[in-house]
């Protein structure tokens, strides 16, 4: 499984961003693929997910209502559309993914994934 991430940047706060993982799987069933951020000098923490079985979904509480996160089954692309921006969303973000079983509920902390693309950096500042 490989995973190219693509879309952070520099971005005042209020404003969007939209990451883009691209995943090179043989087959696109039964998986998790979504985000996780780490902060300088904090943990990795799961941002969100979603699960290619069911399209069932995980947010973190710090962004729900803000991010959305999507699958283009067409183009193996998982987005994750990021509105209303705050500083505290400044971090490296990683695509992440892993098998999961049809009748899982979507795993969300950073150790339950097995396969991880390179992080791109989301900065958000005035």
């Known amino acids: 499984v490989q995973l190219q991430a693509s879309g952070g940047g520099l971005v005042q706060p209020g404003g969007s961003l939209r990451l883009s993982c691209e995943v090179s799987?043989?087959?696109?069933?039964?998986?998790?693929i979504g985000w996780s951020r780490q902060a300088p000098g904090k943990d990795r923490e799961g941002v969100s997910f979603?699960?290619?079985?069911?399209?069932?979904?995980y947010y973190a509480d710090s962004v729900k209502g803000r991010f959305t996160i999507s699958i283009d089954i067409s183009k193996d692309t998982v987005y994750l559309q990021m509105n209303n921006l705050k500083p505290e969303d400044t971090a490296v973000y990683y695509c992440?993914?892993?098998?999961?079983?049809?009748?899982?509920?979507?795993?969300?902390?950073?150790?339950?994934?097995?396969?991880w693309g390179q992080g791109t950096q989301v900065t958000v500042s005035s």
């Open positions: 799987v043989f087959a696109f069933d039964y998986y998790a």
């Open positions: 979603i699960a290619t079985t069911d399209d069932s979904t």
């Open positions: 992440a993914a892993t098998i999961i079983s049809s009748s899982w509920s979507v795993p969300y902390l950073p150790y339950e994934y097995s396969y």
